[in-house]
């Protein structure tokens, strides 16, 4: 069964950008995620908000600026090749 949305912090996490779910969720907590969705961008302000495919997120993290766009959910954390599948790269810098 595929699974069309995921909460912010668990895909950020399976996305392996942060090394914990709790990581994930803080981040996202302070707001420092923003999220575009069918031309709306709005601000991340909730670990619980629900991320689907085809949303853009725009977030700085390790002084780089990182933009991706979500292709898929995940069904766990896995390996790096796996987690890269997760999610294509607009910008990198």
């Known amino acids: 069964m595929a699974v069309d949305a995921c909460r ?3 895909w950020l996490w399976r996305a392996r950008f942060f090394k914990t779910r ?9 707001g ?3 999220m575009t969705r069918g031309g709306q961008e709005t601000r991340l302000d909730k670990a ?3 991320l689907k495919a085809g949303d853009q997120l725009v977030f700085a993290l390790g002084g780089r600026l990182i933009a991706v766009r ?5 069904e766990r954390r896995g390996p790096a ?3 890269r599948e997760l999610y294509s790269t607009l910008l990198e810098g």
């Open 8 to 10: 912010a912090d668990v």
């Open 81 to 83: 090749t796996e987690a």
């Open 70 to 74: 979500v292709e898929a959910m995940g």
């Open 32 to 34: 420092r995620i923003r």
């Open 48 to 50: 619980s908000r629900a």
């Open 22 to 30: 709790s990581m994930a969720a803080k981040f996202v907590d302070q």
